[in-house]
C-alpha cells in the first residue's frame, strides 16, 4: 500500500487532500496541516486551516466559501454584533461548537493533535490528519500601511489588501513537530505539496524543524496554485508582485526547487514545459483547478501516476 503524505494550508489544499482522501483504500494518506493561521478570538482557539481541511473531508464545508460549515448560520454572531462585538471573523452557529468543544478540550490540558484525531474519528475521516506543530506558531504578516498585522487581521480584517513586505512565522524555532510528522514523511513514498499558498501556508510546514532536510530525501511532488499568473484564491499571486517577484509557476517552481521531484501546471500553462523541464524538474500538465469533487479524485489518481510513471521509465533506463 502506497503512502502519501500531503502538505496543506487552506481551500485549495483542503480540495487535492480530499482527492487523495477518495483513492483510499489504496493509499494510505496523511494530511500535514499548517496551523500558522490559528488564533484566539473571544477566547476561543480557532484553526481555520484544520478546520477547513477536516470539513471538506467530511463533506460537512461551505461549499461556496470553502471555509466553515455547510447549512450554516450566524445567529450568535448577529446578537453578538447587537452588543457591540466584532463581528468581522464570521463565526458560524455549527462552526462554534468546534470551537467550543476543542477550547475546552485544550484547557483540559489535551494536545492540539489528540484533540483532531478526536475529532476526526466523529466526523468519520479515514485519512490521517496532524496538525503541523502542537507548540504555537503564529504568521506575522509585514505590512507597508500597518506594520506587523496577525495573519487573520491582514487576511480577513484588512481583506488582504496591505502591501506584504515579508512574513514572520513567531515560535517556529521552539516549536515541534507534531507526533507523527516527521514519521509520516519518512515512511511516505510520495510527499505532495498541495496548490496552498506558497508563503503562509506551506513554508511555515517547511520551516518547521528537521522537516525540509527529510523531505530534501523524499519523493515531492508539487501542484502550483498559481496559473496563468493568478491564484484561484487567495492573495497568493499579489504577495509575489509585492514581494518583487512576477507572479507564475516558474516562480512557484523556483520556491519549492530545492524539494521537488515533480511538479504540476495547468493545461493552461503549457507555454511553460520547456522552461520548467530545462530545470530538471518532472513536469506534469493536467486541469488542477478543482471545480468538483471528481476534478479532485482525477488530479490525485493523475498525481499518483505521474510519481509511478516517471520512475518506471528510470528503471527501463537503469536496466
Ligand atoms: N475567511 C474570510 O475571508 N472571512 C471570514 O469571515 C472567515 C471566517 C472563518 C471562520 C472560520 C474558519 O475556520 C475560517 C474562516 N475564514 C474566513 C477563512 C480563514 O481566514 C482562511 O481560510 C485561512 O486562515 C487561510 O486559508
Redesign the pocket.
Known amino acids: 500500500m502506497e503512502h502519501v503524505t500531503v502538505l496543506a ?3 485549495g489544499g483542503a480540495k487535492l487532500a480530499h482527492g487523495f482522501a477518495l483513492c483510499q483504500p489504496e493509499i494510505h494518506l496523511t494530511v500535514i496541516v499548517n496551523t500558522g ?1 490559528d488564533f484566539d478570538h473571544f477566547g476561543l482557539r ?1 484553526c ?2 484544520l ?2 481541511v477536516c470539513y471538506t473531508l467530511a463533506g460537512l464545508a461551505n461549499p461556496h ?1 470553502g ?2 460549515r455547510k447549512e450554516e448560520t450566524f445567529e450568535v454572531l448577529r446578537l453578538v454584533g447587537e452588543l457591540g462585538g466584532p463581528t ?4 458560524g452557529d455549527k ?1 462554534l461548537a468546534t470551537h467550543l468543544e476543542r477550547t475546552r478540550r485544550l484547557r483540559e490540558g489535551q494536545r492540539l493533535s489528540q484533540v483532531v484525531e478526536s475529532f476526526c474519528s466523529r466526523w468519520g475521516i479515514t485519512a490521517r490528519v496532524l496538525p503541523m506543530s502542537d507548540d504555537p506558531v503564529r504568521t506575522m504578516v509585514h505590512t507597508l500601511e500597518y506594520g506587523w498585522l496577525g ?2 487581521d491582514y ?2 480584517r484588512c481583506a488582504c489588501q496591505p502591501a506584504v513586505k515579508e512574513f514572520a512565522f513567531e515560535g517556529i524555532e521552539k516549536a515541534l513537530p507534531a507526533p507523527g510528522v516527521l514519521e509520516a514523511l519518512e515512511r511516505s513514498d510520495l510527499i505532495v505539496i498541495a496548490p496552498s499558498n506558497p508563503w503562509v ?1 506551506i513554508q511555515p510546514i517547511l520551516s518547521l524543524k528537521g522537516v525540509a532536510s527529510l523531505i530534501q530525501t523524499k519523493k515531492v511532488v508539487a501542484v502550483s496554485p498559481i496559473i496563468q499568473g493568478q491564484t484561484i484564491k ?1 492573495p497568493a499571486a499579489k504577495m509575489y508582485r509585492e514581494m518583487g517577484i512576477e507572479p507564475s509557476a516558474l516562480a512557484v517552481a523556483r520556491q519549492y526547487q530545492p524539494y521537488l521531484w515533480g511538479f504540476v501546471i495547468d493545461e493552461l500553462d503549457r507555454g511553460l514545459e520547456t522552461t520548467l523541464k530545462s530545470s530538471g524538474i518532472m513536469i506534469l500538465i493536467t486541469q488542477t483547478i478543482m471545480h468538483h469533487e471528481e476534478d479532485r479524485l482525477l488530479l490525485a489518481k493523475n498525481i499518483l501516476a505521474f510519481s509511478k510513471a516517471r520512475k518506471l521509465e528510470q528503471q527501463r533506463r537503469e536496466f
Open positions: 494550508g487552506g481551500v493561521d480557532i481555520p486551516d478546520d477547513t466559501t471555509w466553515g468581522w471573523f464570521r463565526l462552526d495573519f487573520q487576511f480577513v501556508s487567495g
